[in-house]
């Protein structure tokens, strides 16, 4: 079992940032890639960012155009996702998550998931 712990969302006004969290635990060593994804009510969760557990690919969905950025602090097994420039449709529930064999774009691919924190971007 893998546990996903997100913190770091909260209230910010446009083109301010904010650092998410995702704290990794349990068999993190059969960790294969982590994603970021998010989702607004009535939506299906949108792809934002994933990376393999080394660090070594990244890839972010179309809208984040360069804004955010994925990294993984290897001596805390914590994934981070920092958010510049933030725009009012970033306000989302942000949520992490893990796979055991892929980094993927689709949801369905991942194998564990966190509670979700919530990010707000007021105008």
């Known amino acids: 079992q893998v546990q996903l712990v997100e913190s770091g969302g909260g209230l910010v006004q446009a083109g301010g940032s904010l650092r998410l969290s995702c704290a990794v635990s349990?068999?993190?060593?059969?960790?294969?890639?982590m994603g970021w994804f998010r989702q607004t009510p009535g939506k299906e969760r949108e792809f934002v960012g994933t990376?393999?557990?080394?660090?070594?690919?990244?890839h972010y969905g179309d809208f984040v155009m360069g804004r955010f950025t994925m990294s993984r602090d290897q001596t805390k097994d914590t994934v981070y996702l920092q958010m510049n420039n933030l725009k009012p449709d970033d306000t989302a529930v942000y949520y992490c998550?893990?796979?055991?064999?892929?980094?993927?774009?689709?949801?369905?691919?991942?194998?564990?998931w966190g509670q979700g924190t919530q990010v707000t971007v007021s105008s």
């Open positions: 349990g068999r993190t060593f059969s960790v294969y890639g």
């Open positions: 990376m393999t557990w080394s660090g070594g690919i990244t």
């Open positions: 998550a893990a796979s055991l064999s892929v980094i993927s774009t689709n949801a369905r691919r991942y194998d564990y």
